[in-house]
């Protein structure tokens, strides 16, 4: 599976849980850390739980294990690091503040209703 068949899976793993303002940012030609960032936003420390879970549980049924895990359902982020994916969880806050949608402002955004459909 590439990166954005795992991105698609990470996606639509989100919105299966009502994730909110989800977003993807491919950052491939920007950087060697990964090839997209998806980030979502939780209502709640629960759902934010519940939203790293569900990613964990599809792409490991594809086979994919996270190389990294950060935070829990008591942090304000969660980050799921697959490598060529990495999924960021946030209370909507923490998104606000850490901002990840500015500071990779040149990063070429994906059309997350085009993977829903």
């Known amino acids: 599976m590439n990166s954005y068949e795992k991105t698609c899976v990470a996606v639509k793993a989100l919105d299966s849980k009502k994730a909110r303002d989800i977003t993807v940012l491919k950052i491939e030609d920007l950087t060697v850390?990964?090839?997209?960032?998806?980030?979502?936003?939780?209502?709640?420390?629960?759902?934010?739980?519940?939203?790293?879970?569900?990613?964990?549980?599809?792409?490991?049924?594809?086979?994919?294990?996270?190389?990294?895990?950060?935070?829990?359902?008591?942090?304000?982020?969660?980050?799921?690091?697959?490598?060529?994916?990495?999924?960021?969880?946030?209370?909507?806050?923490?998104?606000?503040?850490?901002?990840l949608e500015r500071l990779w402002s040149d990063a070429t955004k994906v059309d997350v209703e085009e993977i829903l459909k």
Not at 50 to 72: N, Q, R
């Open 33 to 99: 850390i990964s090839d997209y960032f998806v980030i979502a936003t939780a209502s709640s420390s629960t759902q934010l739980r519940a939203l790293s879970d569900e990613v964990d549980f599809v792409l490991g049924e594809a086979g994919i294990a996270p190389l990294h895990k950060e935070g829990d359902a008591q942090s304000p982020w969660i980050l799921l690091d697959y490598g060529d994916i990495v999924v960021h969880l946030f209370l909507e806050d923490s998104r606000m503040f850490y901002s």
